[in-house]
Structure formats: structure tokens, C-alpha cells
């Protein structure tokens, strides 16, 4: 008999939206001028949402700007070594 195999657990709302996130901070152009602007949707979760913003704004050398429109403009810099 074959074996079945198990799918992998779909993922977690926090985990879909840390995904994307990344994606737009990960971009090039983002990259470039070191900002992004975080979308906040619908869909998106209010305890997941808290969660990531909690995190980044906990991050070193990231500012976050929240919007009236419920968008996060992200900003940082990259310390010199040395």
C-alpha cells in the first residue's frame, strides 16, 4: 500500500503576512532608498498586524511611521562597520 504523504500545514495568518512584508521591504527599490511602504489589508489579521509592527519597531535602526490611512511607512539604516 502506498504511503500517503502529509502535507505541510498551511500557514499561520502572522506567517502570511511577515512573508509579504518581506517581500516589499526585500525589494530592490526599497532596497535602494531604504524605505517601504507597508499596505495594510483587510484581510489582515489586527493580532498579526500588532505582532510585526511590535517587532520591527523593536528592530535597531528602524523607524516606523504609521499613516492615517492604516499604512506603515518603514524607514532604516544600515550601520557602518568598522
Do not use: H
Not at 509592527?53 to 499604512?71: I, S, Y
Amino acid at each position: 500500500m502506498a504511503k500517503k504523504t502529509a502535507s505541510p500545514p498551511a500557514p499561520k495568518p502572522y506567517e502570511v503576512l511577515a512573508m509579504r512584508l518581506q517581500r516589499v521591504i526585500n525589494c530592490p527599490a526599497a532596497q535602494r532608498s531604504k524605505t517601504a511602504l507597508l499596505e495594510r489589508l483587510e484581510s489582515d489579521p489586527d493580532d498579526a498586524w500588532d505582532r510585526v509592527m511590535e517587532e520591527l519597531g523593536d528592530t535597531d535602526n528602524v523607524t516606523l511611521a504609521f499613516r492615517d490611512d492604516g499604512n506603515v511607512q518603514i524607514f532604516w539604516t544600515v550601520p557602518q562597520e568598522g
